[in-house]
C-alpha cells in the first residue's frame, strides 16, 4: 500500500491542529509506504505547486486526510480527488449530531474505506442512519512528545487547559483561595506546546470536563471523551472533573485515576479532601500514565490506522475495568466479536475503489500472508442474478454488515463465494476468510437464467475457470449449464438454503435469528421488493443507490418516471427444451428439488417483483413473523420450508 497522507500544513493551520496532525501523521510517516503531500493554497500563482501535488497524489494508491467538521478545507479536498483510483479515507474530529446528516451522506456517496470518527456516540448513530457507509470508532490520544511525566515537583494543585465549564471553575477558585493553592488556567493567547505539557505535568490535577456541559448546542446532546482526558494521564498528573456520558473513558481509561465531582462544582470541596488524603494517588496516576502513553498515543493511533489500512486490521484497546452498558446499533449486541463499537467496517482486506462512468468496480490485491484469517458470521451465496444485492441491502437496513461482493464486519454477499478462489473478481481470497453461517439463495431459475445471459466477459471468463461451462456455446445454454452447476457448487458449502421470493415472508426473520440479531418487522416492509431490478435501467438504479444510501427516501418520480425496458431475452421452458433436453431436464429437476414451478405452460420470468401471500386472508399481526409462508404461485419443496434442517 502506497500512502498518501494529506496534510494542511501549508494553509496555515489554526493553532488546535498543532495537537493531533503533526503527532498523528509523523507516526504515520514512519513507514516506508507512506508519503506527506502538502497542498497549497487555492490561487492561480501556485499552479506550478499544484502540478507537483497532482504528481505526488496519482503516485499513491490510498489517501488519508484529517478534518474537523463535516467536510475538509477546499485545497485538502481539492487534492484527495486527484486519483480517483485510490482508497480515500479521512479522520473527523468533531462529529457532532447536528453534521451528522451530511457525514453520513458525503460517507456513502464518496464511498469512504473507512471514514474514522473520534465519537463513538457519533459512530453508533451514524451506523444506523447511514448503514452502507463504512465508520471506525478511532478515538483521540495523546501527544507523547508534548505531554509526558517530568521530574520536577508538582508546584501547581490545579491546571485547566482551554475551554472551562464555569460553575466548575468558580467553584475549584473558592477552593484553592481558601486554602492557598495555586491554580492556573491560561486566558488570551496560546501557550507554546512545550510550555503547556511543562504546566501540566507540574500540576496535581488536571481538569477535564465534556464539550455538551459549556456548548450543549453545538454538540447536539453528545458527551463524548475528548482529547484532554489522555493529555492529563500521559503527563502523570491526576484528573479532576467529570466523566463524559458516553461510557467511553471507563471502557478504555481507568476510573481510578479520576476524581469525580458534580458539574456544579456542589461537591468540590468534600471530594477534593477526601481525594488528597489518599497516599495511593501518585502510585495509581504514575500506571495510568504508563498505560496511555502505550496504548493511546497519537503514535500508536498511527500504527492502528496504518494497520487498518494496510491489512484491515481491528482497532482494538485493552480494557482494565468492565465495559458499562451503552446503547449500539442491534447488530452488535451480545456478541463478543461486534465490542468494542470500532471494528465497524464494510472493508475488512483494504480493497480500493476504482470509479467508472458505469459504476463502481473493485481492485483486489491480497492481504499479508501472516494475517490469519477472519471469521466472518455469514455468507450469502448461490448463482448470480438470485438477488445477493437485494439480500445485502434488506439485512443491512437490519442491522447485519453484510454488503454486496465485498467484506463486512458480519459477513458478505456474492455469488463468487460459492467457489474456493484466490482471485476471484469481487469478494476476499478464500484462504483469507471463514464463515460460522453459509446461506444458499436461489430464485425462480428461468429469471434467473435470462439475467445470466448479460453477464460480462471477466464474469464468465470466472465461471468457466471452476466449473465446466462450455465457454463457446450459445449464450442460452451457457446461462442455463452456469445456473444448474454453481446452484451445485454453492449446496456444497451451505448450511440452509432459501428462495429469495420467500424473503418478506420469514427469510429475513429466519436470518436475523440464526445470526442473533433483533429482526424488525416494519423496516422490511419498508424495502420495495422491485429494489435494484433491471426493469428501469442501470441510471435509475445508479440513483436510487445513492438516494438510500445517503439515508434518504427515494423519490416516486424516480421510477414512475423510468421507462421500463426488458434488458435480455425470455426464457421459457420450451425455449431451454428446444436448445438442450437433457440439460432442460436436469434443470427442471433442481427447480423441483427448490420448490418452483415446472408447469409446461409459458412462464415468464419473475423480475424483482416478489410476491408472497399468507394461506388464508386473515392479516397478520405486525409483531408476529410466520415460520412459513409459501408464495402463491409456487410449490413448496423441502428446501424452501424455513427450518433447522442443513441444505441438502
Given at each position: ?207 477535564a470536563t465534556p464539550r455538551d456541559l459549556d456548548d450543549p448546542k453545538r454538540t447536539g446532546g453528545f458527551s463524548p471523551l475528548v482529547m484532554r482526558y489522555f493529555e492529563g494521564l500521559a503527563a502523570g498528573t491526576r484528573l479532576l472533573g467529570v466523566l463524559p456520558r458516553s461510557g467511553e473513558y471507563e471502557s478504555i481509561l481507568p476510573t481510578d485515576a479520576f476524581c469525580q465531582v458534580s458539574p456544579d462544582g456542589s461537591d468540590l470541596a468534600k471530594r477534593l479532601d477526601e481525594d488528597r488524603s489518599n497516599p495511593n494517588n501518585q502510585s495509581v496516576v504514575d500506571a495510568a500514565s504508563a498505560f496511555v ?292 431436464t436436469r434443470i427442471k429437476a433442481k427447480a423441483t428439488e427448490y420448490g418452483y414451478s415446472t408447469s409446461e405452460r409459458e412462464v415468464e420470468p419473475v423480475r424483482g417483483l416478489w410476491s408472497c401471500q399468507p394461506k388464508t386472508s386473515a392479516a397478520l399481526p405486525s409483531n408476529r413473523i410466520p415460520d412459513l409462508i409459501p408464495t402463491a404461485s409456487s410449490r413448496v419443496g423441502a428446501m424452501s420450508n424455513i427450518d433447522a434442517s442443513p441444505a441438502q
Amino acid at each position: 500500500m502506497k500512502l498518501g497522507l494529506i496534510s494542511n500544513s501549508a494553509l496555515n493551520p489554526r493553532v488546535h491542529w498543532t495537537t493531533v496532525l503533526p503527532a498523528l501523521f509523523s507516526g504515520l510517516a514512519i513507514e516506508p509506504s507512506v508519503r506527506t503531500i502538502s497542498p497549497p493554497p487555492l490561487a492561480w500563482e501556485r499552479r506550478g505547486e499544484w502540478g507537483k501535488v497532482r504528481s505526488e497524489v496519482k503516485g499513491c494508491d490510498a489517501l488519508f486526510w484529517v478534518q474537523l467538521t463535516s467536510r475538509p478545507s477546499g485545497p485538502i479536498h481539492l487534492a484527495s480527488y486527484m486519483n480517483f483510483g485510490a482508497r480515500r479515507s479521512n479522520f473527523i474530529l468533531d462529529a457532532w449530531r447536528p453534521l451528522l446528516t451530511k457525514i453520513g451522506f458525503v460517507a456513502t456517496v464518496e464511498r469512504l474505506d473507512p471514514c474514522f470518527i473520534a465519537y463513538r456516540e457519533a459512530v453508533d448513530e451514524l451506523k444506523r442512519r447511514s448503514p452502507l457507509a463504512k465508520f471506525v470508532w478511532l478515538p483521540f490520544g495523546a501527544d507523547t512528545d508534548v505531554f509526558y511525566p517530568r521530574q520536577e515537583k508538582k508546584s501547581i494543585f490545579a491546571f485547566w487547559l482551554g475551554r472551562r465549564y464555569e460553575p466548575l471553575h468558580r467553584a475549584l477558585l473558592q477552593y484553592c483561595e481558601a486554602r492557598g493553592l495555586r491554580y492556573v488556567y491560561p486566558q488570551g493567547e496560546g501557550l507554546p506546546a512545550a510550555e503547556i505539557g511543562r504546566l501540566t505535568s507540574s500540576a496535581q490535577y488536571f481538569l477535564a470536563t465534556p464539550r455538551d456541559l459549556d456548548d450543549p448546542k453545538r454538540t447536539g446532546g453528545f458527551s463524548p471523551l475528548v482529547m484532554r482526558y489522555f493529555e492529563g494521564l500521559a503527563a502523570g498528573t491526576r484528573l479532576l472533573g467529570v466523566l463524559p456520558r458516553s461510557g467511553e473513558y471507563e471502557s478504555i481509561l481507568p476510573t481510578d485515576a479520576f476524581c469525580q465531582v458534580s458539574p456544579d462544582g456542589s461537591d468540590l470541596a468534600k471530594r477534593l479532601d477526601e481525594d488528597r488524603s489518599n497516599p495511593n494517588n501518585q502510585s495509581v496516576v504514575d500506571a495510568a500514565s504508563a498505560f496511555v502513553r502505550e496504548h493511546h498515543s497519537w503514535r500508536r493511533r498511527a500504527e492502528q490506522v496504518f494497520n487498518h489500512l494496510a491489512n484491515g486490521a481491528a482497532i482494538e484497546f485493552p480494557e482494565l475495568q468492565s465495559k458499562p452498558q451503552v446503547s449500539c446499533a442491534s447488530s452488535s449486541a451480545g456478541l463478543g466479536q461486534d465490542l468494542p463499537h470500532d471494528l465497524k467496517t464494510t472493508e475488512r482486506y483494504g480493497w480500493p475503489y476504482r470509479l467508472s462512468t458505469m459504476g463502481i468496480h473493485r481492485d483486489t490485491y491480497s492481504r499479508r500472508a501472516s494475517t490469519p484469517p477472519f471469521s466472518a458470521r455469514l455468507l450469502i451465496t448461490g448463482c448470480g442474478r438470485s438477488g445477493t444485492k437485494y439480500a445485502s441491502f434488506a439485512l443491512q437496513r437490519l442491522g447485519l454488515d453484510v454488503p454486496h461482493e465485498r467484506l463486512g464486519r458480519d459477513g458478505i454477499s456474492s455469488w463468487t463465494m460459492a467457489v474456493p478462489a484466490e482471485s476471484r473478481p469481487y469478494g476476499p481470497p478464500s484462504s483469507q476468510v471463514s464463515f460460522q453461517h453459509v446461506f444458499h439463495q436461489v430464485r425462480e431459475p428461468l429469471a434467473t437464467i435470462s439475467s445470466c445471459m448479460t453477464f460480462n466477459e471477466e464474469s464468465w471468463d470466472f465461471i468457466c475457470r471452476h466449473v465446466e461451462c462450455p465457454p463457446f456455446a450459445p449464450v442460452l445454454t451457457k446461462a442455463a449449464t452456469y445456473w444448474l452447476l454453481w446452484n451445485e457448487k454453492a449446496e456444497e458449502i451451505a448450511t440452509w438454503r432459501y428462495r429469495i421470493e420467500d424473503f418478506h415472508c420469514g427469510v429475513a426473520h429466519e436470518i436475523c435469528r440464526r445470526a442473533s440479531v433483533s429482526f424488525n418487522w416494519d423496516m422490511i416492509n419498508s424495502i420495495p421488493r422491485n429494489f435494484n431490478t433491471r426493469q428501469e435501467g442501470r441510471m435509475v438504479h445508479i440513483l436510487e443507490e445513492l438516494f438510500r444510501k445517503g439515508g434518504f427516501n427515494v423519490p416516486t418520480i424516480l421510477r414512475a418516471g423510468a421507462v421500463k425496458h426488458d434488458p435480455h431475452s425470455r426464457v421459457t421452458w420450451r425455449s431451454l427444451q428446444k436448445a438442450d433436453p437433457a440439460l432442460c431436464t436436469r434443470i427442471k429437476a433442481k427447480a423441483t428439488e427448490y420448490g418452483y414451478s415446472t408447469s409446461e405452460r409459458e412462464v415468464e420470468p419473475v423480475r424483482g417483483l416478489w410476491s408472497c401471500q399468507p394461506k388464508t386472508s386473515a392479516a397478520l399481526p405486525s409483531n408476529r413473523i410466520p415460520d412459513l409462508i409459501p408464495t402463491a404461485s409456487s410449490r413448496v419443496g423441502a428446501m424452501s420450508n424455513i427450518d433447522a434442517s442443513p441444505a441438502q
